[in-house]
């Protein structure tokens, strides 16, 4: 079936750090990709999104690029922030799966100052 | 921007008792999904709707029964409570007829089962 493998955490980083978050799929069809990010004691935000192979979202200085070859998602971002702390969830939807989201098992990321 | 609006945001319940949550998609928005993650758990997909009619179903147990009604708004029905459905139950929409896939969560219902 389709399902997302996501690098398990946590992950600690100082201030100013370089983040990667793995992030990789199987499915039987063509994904959308999508990266979430849940903070504390709330609920699920969409992050960014990719639709089709090679694209490249971004938001809030994260990226991340569609790699059909390599069947990845990486998240990634050049100098995290302390209100970066979350959790984050690398998810897919196929068309043909009625388009419900499969989720990664979340990487919880907490950064120090 | 209306966003998606869930209620209650917390519901405490005993074992065995019913809870009933409630889902108001985005103006529009034709399809509602339910999402259920338990502490320290990703999401896990349950049930969803499309134009008023069941549209898939995940791991849902018979316990629990969903519909969406004629405004759209979604309703999902637990009973026979158990510690275990001790979670936090997400509803999103999206516009499928309008072809945008994406999904907009809620805030969220925050279920204690003591």
């Known amino acids: 079936g389709d399902s997302v493998t996501q690098m398990e955490g946590p992950v600690t980083l100082s201030e100013e750090a370089f983040l990667t978050i793995n992030c990789t799929y199987t499915a039987t069809g063509y994904p959308s990709l999508f990266w979430y990010v849940q903070y504390p004691g709330e609920g699920l935000q969409l992050l960014l999104k990719a639709t089709k192979a090679d694209d490249k979202g971004s938001n809030k200085g994260f990226e991340a690029t569609y790699r059909k070859e390599t069947t990845s998602f990486h998240l990634e971002k050049g100098s995290v922030q302390v209100s970066d702390s979350a959790v984050y969830f690398c998810?897919?939807?196929?068309?043909?799966?009625?388009?419900?989201?499969?989720f990664g098992a979340g990487t919880t990321v907490t950064v120090r100052a | 921007a209306a966003g998606v609006i869930q209620s209650p945001r917390h519901l405490i319940k005993e074992k065995r008792e019913t809870a009933t949550l409630k889902c108001y998609p985005i103006?529009?928005?034709?399809?509602v999904y339910w999402y259920q993650q338990g502490p320290g758990q990703d999401p896990q997909f349950l049930i969803s709707f499309y134009e008023k009619m069941q549209s898939d179903k995940g791991s849902i147990p018979d316990r629990f029964s969903a519909q969406q009604f004629s405004d759209y708004h979604s309703e999902l029905n637990m009973s026979s409570l158990e510690l275990g459905d001790s979670a936090l139950y997400f509803c999103?929409?999206?516009?499928?007829?309008?072809?945008?896939?994406?999904?907009?969560f809620g805030p969220g219902t925050r279920l204690t089962v003591t």
């Open positions: 998810a897919l939807i196929i068309r043909s799966n009625d388009y419900k989201l499969s």
């Open positions: 999103a929409s999206s516009a499928r007829l309008a072809g945008d896939y994406e999904q907009y």
């Open positions: 103006p529009r928005h034709d399809t």
